[in-house]
């Protein structure tokens, strides 16, 4: 009985790390494919910053009010872009071998900070479309 108890236990505590480290998998799944969605959109944000720059070279100087937006939006494009940068940078592929409790709050950040560079890039890359736009 006491050899089938210990089993249970052992078959328990297996599974239930098992699932733990598939929360992780899933966690890093969703990062690769946030980061998969958006890196295409560099060549874009690149593009965006030369045509601003050329558009924003017509601009009245006196006009401080469009000088401003376009110093704006051009500034939230290169941080998106070093957002970017700096996430592929940071990146640590997770390392199955050590403990959830290691895996875990680092998978966290990583997939948080993604999220965040994907807002970033998408948001300046839209407000860069529209100020061209006009």
Request: charged residues 30%.
């Amino acid at each position: 009985m006491k050899k089938w108890m210990l089993f249970l236990f052992v078959a328990v505590i297996a599974v239930a790390c098992g699932q733990d480290k598939s929360r992780v998998k899933a966690m890093e799944d969703e990062a690769i494919a946030i980061h998969d969605e958006v890196m295409p959109e560099m060549g874009t944000i690149i593009d965006l910053k030369g045509q601003l720059k050329a558009k924003w070279a017509t601009v009245d100087t006196a006009d401080l009010q469009m000088q401003t937006t376009y110093q704006d939006i051009y500034t939230a494009l290169e941080t998106a872009e070093e957002g970017m940068k700096s996430w592929m940078h940071s990146y640590e592929v997770p390392d199955y071998t050590k403990p959830i409790e290691e895996l875990e709050p680092v998978m966290i950040k990583q997939l948080e900070d993604i999220k965040a560079v994907h807002a970033s890039m998408k948001k300046s890359i839209a407000d860069a479309q529209a100020l061209l736009a006009k």
